[in-house]
């Protein structure tokens, strides 16, 4: 690559720095190492709109990129007419092309275990359209709501709750489909934090997501905003100049970014992330603690201590919905309890985020964790820290 793209990303930056090889098998490719793309312009690879277009979406193309197993085709050809197949260029070359079991490659290819339903298993496990008051609204909690923004993704996740709404439907996403639901929330005073999600409301095009945010902020009673997004993760290139100019008006926005293993973490995705940072975004995460992929406790401690680096604050992990199709993601919630162990005490307080399990059937996010209270009577309370030593506390 020429120098004189010195300004955009080069291949360089795409590289892997962080991740040590136990973590790591093989290192993400450069993108002009994958014969399709050895030929693409910098620029275009730069370009949000150039790698939405360019996702792939078919079993010809991924198998130009990596080695499909008989599994992964099967579910490729299923996946059609459920959650469907969609996945970055810039999110292949992070996939490792000889090994099934790669964590991202886990998260992106779907496999004929998809078409396996668990016995308890839902369409909608957090009863979200029970909750629905107006059209794009869950109103659960009294003082906030939940704003499903667009059906879209830049990538589909293969364990996503919201799989009964999200993907490459027909639904454009246009900023008059909100009406209601701004309606909804000006009429209703109790609500001082809305949430914007979706699917991945960054894929929205720059001005109907400044249209719904000026909207938004306008109302006198709404206090904050906030964003849900994976896209600094799939396709960092969404985060340009214009789009954090555009975000940076409506502060105070905070933003969740979805991340689940530390070989996401990569220069690029740290790029958008210092973008974001830099303009005053305060940055959380979110993770979805998924079987093998990230329910080691090394990997998720590894993972909150990367996103530390990046200025993103650890906020939750979440047990993994039981929605229909993914029972081969889901652990036992002891193993979430066992990482929460193992990470309270034994790293950084801002590097322990809040294990939850969102109540199925609509109970909201209950948090969940080892146990530090032995016993309790009146004026004292037994407790043991994280080695186990026992305390007793007077009141
Ligand atoms: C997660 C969620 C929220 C936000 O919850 P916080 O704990 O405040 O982050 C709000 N509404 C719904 C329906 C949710 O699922
Ligand atoms: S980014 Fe979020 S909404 Fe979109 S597919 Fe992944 S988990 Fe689902």
Known sequence: MSPANAN????????????????????????????????INPLDWEDWHWQLKHRIRSKDELSEIIKLTSEEEKGINKASGRLSMAI?????????????ECPL?????????????????????????????????????????????TEHCAMYCRHCTRRRLVGEHSESDSS???????????????????LI?????????DEVLEELLKSLSGISHVEFLRLGTRVPVTLPQRITE???????????????????????????????????????????????????????????KKLMHELIKIRVRPY???QCDPVRGTQHFRTPVACGINIMEKLRGYTSGYAVPTYVVDGPGGGGKIPIGPNYILSQAKGKYVLRNYKGKIYTYLE
Request: hydrophobic share 35%; charged share 25%; glycine share 4%.
């Open 197 to 205: 999600s979706g699917g991945d409301p960054l894929i929205l095009e």
């Open 105 to 149: 490659r886990r998260q992106s290819v779907p496999t004929i275990a998809e078409s396996v339903i668990g016995p308890h298993e839902m369409t909608d496990p957090c009863a979200e359209d029970r909750d629905s008051p107006a059209r794009h609204l869950v109103h659960r909690y009294p003082d906030r709501v939940l704003l499903l923004a």
């Open 88 to 100: 970055t260029p810039y999110w292949a070359t992070l996939i490792d092309p000889e090994d099934p």
């Open 176 to 194: 008059s489909k909100f009406d209601a639901a701004i309606e909804y929330i000006k009429s209703n005073r109790k609500i001082r934090d809305v």
């Open 242 to 300: 214009k789009l954090v100019n555009i975000l940076k008006k409506y502060s105070p926005l905070w933003i969740s970014i979805h991340f689940n293993h530390p070989k996401e973490i990569t220069k690029r995705c740290k790029i958008a992330c210092d973008m974001l940072a830099e303009a005053g975004i305060p940055l959380g995460s979110q993770t979805v603690l998924l079987k093998g992929i990230n329910d080691r406790p090394y990997i998720m």
């Open 8 to 39: 955009t990303v080069t291949a360089e930056n795409q590289q892997q720095v962080f991740i040590p090889p136990q973590i790591l098998r093989r290192a993400p490719r450069d993108y002009q190492q994958i014969d399709i793309y050895k030929d």
């Open 316 to 318: 939750y992990i979440y």
